[in-house]
């Protein structure tokens, strides 16, 4: 894991932490930049990439995944012009979000022992992390916790930052990236730059559009399963009933994802988690 924190933005390559992260939905990765930019090298680095491309692979197979998390990071590190790099980042994101989700211990997750008078609520607010994340890593099918029982614990502070000019939202635990989304941004330059914080989130949420109210499930509810709101009135993260606009500048402002995917970070981020965005 780097060490240090970089960020280097242009329309083929976004680099944080040291890692590159090839942003799919360009439609040109990075890939095929450096391709074109060092032809000679590149047989011989894709030859070099596949051992230990190889390697995580049958690493994840053994469920040992910290140790394929950490080839896959080399492999983005050492050969950034491996003709399947875009696909060993997705990769790499997929096993992130396993071991997120997971009952893994890792170094950053801690183990907390319930005692009298704790609940669920008790515990995440203690943990600044939510309910449904403590629930689903640790395998809990209701908000009942019995007294000794173990928990394990997020330790990671979980921000997101978004590249308007890219479309893309990438979730960071610390200074670590765990995934890059695609997601639809304002039309006209309309979705705020700026940093901010998420304070409100709902379920199914109701639209309150200009003259008419659309219930939750409604096939013209245009903001999806979920809403994270941020700290300016009218403006967030929500999910869609239009998946063909991911990738676009077409929204009012707010943030869209697809449905699965904002649940996901639904799941993940607490109230007060900071929220990024740039041009």
Request: hydrophobic content about 40%; some cysteine; overall charge neutral.
């Amino acid at each position: 894991m780097a060490q240090h924190r970089s960020v280097v933005l242009n329309k083929r390559l976004i680099v944080i932490s040291g890692i590159a992260i090839v942003v799919v939905s360009i439609g040109v990765g990075f890939a095929a930049h450096r391709r074109a930019a060092l032809p000679s090298t590149t047989g011989e680095s894709s030859i070099q990439a596949e051992q230990p491309v190889d390697e995580a692979a049958d690493l994840e197979s053994k469920n040992e995944f910290l140790q394929a998390r950490e080839v896959y990071q080399k492999i983005l590190n050492d050969h950034p012009d491996y003709k399947d790099i875009e696909k060993v980042q997705k990769q790499l994101e997929d096993l992130n979000m396993r071991i997120l989700f997971s009952a893994l211990e890792t170094p950053q997750t801690t183990l907390y022992e319930v005692v009298a008078g704790d609940s669920l609520k008790k515990v995440a607010k203690q943990f600044n992390t939510t309910i449904d994340f403590l629930k689903k890593s640790n395998g809990l099918a209701s908000d009942t916790i019995r007294i000794g029982r173990r928990l394990r614990i997020w330790k990671g502070v979980f921000s997101i930052f978004i590249d308007k000019s890219q479309n893309s939202l990438i979730l960071k635990s610390d200074n670590e990236v765990l995934k890059v989304y695609r997601v639809a941004t304002g039309k006209n330059n309309s979705t705020p730059v700026g940093n901010f914080k998420i304070v409100d989130k709902l379920e199914n949420p109701t639209w309150f559009k200009s003259g008419a109210i659309v219930p939750p499930n409604s096939p013209e509810n245009a903001l999806g399963t979920r809403w994270l709101g941020f700290d300016i009135p009218g403006y967030g993260i929500h999910g869609t009933i239009d998946s063909q606009s991911i990738g676009q500048q077409t929204t009012e402002g707010c943030v869209r994802m697809l449905n699965e995917d904002v649940e996901g970070l639904y799941t993940i981020l607490p109230v007060g988690a900071q929220v990024t965005i740039t041009d």
